[in-house]
């Protein structure tokens, strides 16, 4: 029973940055760990990172690693997903995901609650 909205995709090239954010409604956003997945065409949706409840623990796919970030700001309900060094694999549909079962392994956990979807284009 949470709605997530996210907002900041857009049309960037290769190498620049984007920040996205999902804002959920109602006051329980702190009992939710979080995650954002992407979709590309012809592609099967996947992870791409997750946060815990508090923030202090953080799960990224490999190919994300080292370029993208995840955070929370709970006093705003709203996570972010900080994405530099773009490429144009990167391009997809990029949802935010919430579930308030679990807080650990957040990488391979299934998700109750999602977003519509904001896109990311990234050209060469």
């Known amino acids: 029973q949470v709605q997530l909205v996210e907002s900041g995709g857009g049309l960037v090239q290769a190498g620049d940055s984007l920040r996205l954010s999902c804002a959920a409604s109602?006051?329980?956003?702190?009992?939710?760990?979080m995650g954002w997945f992407r979709q590309a065409p012809g592609k099967e949706r996947e992870f791409v990172a997750a946060?815990?409840?508090?923030?202090?623990?953080?799960y990224g796919a490999d190919s994300v690693k080292g370029r993208f970030t995840i955070s929370r700001d709970n006093a705003k309900n709203t996570v972010y997903l900080q994405m530099n060094s773009l490429k144009p694999e990167d391009t997809a549909v990029y949802y935010c995901?919430?579930?308030?079962?679990?807080?650990?392994?957040?990488?391979?956990?299934?998700?109750?609650?999602w977003g519509q979807g904001t896109q990311v284009t990234v050209s060469s």
């Open positions: 995901a919430a579930t308030e079962k679990w807080d650990y392994g957040l990488g391979s956990k299934p998700y109750d609650y």
């Open positions: 946060i815990n409840r508090r923030g202090v623990n953080t």
């Open positions: 109602g006051r329980t956003f702190s009992s939710y760990s």
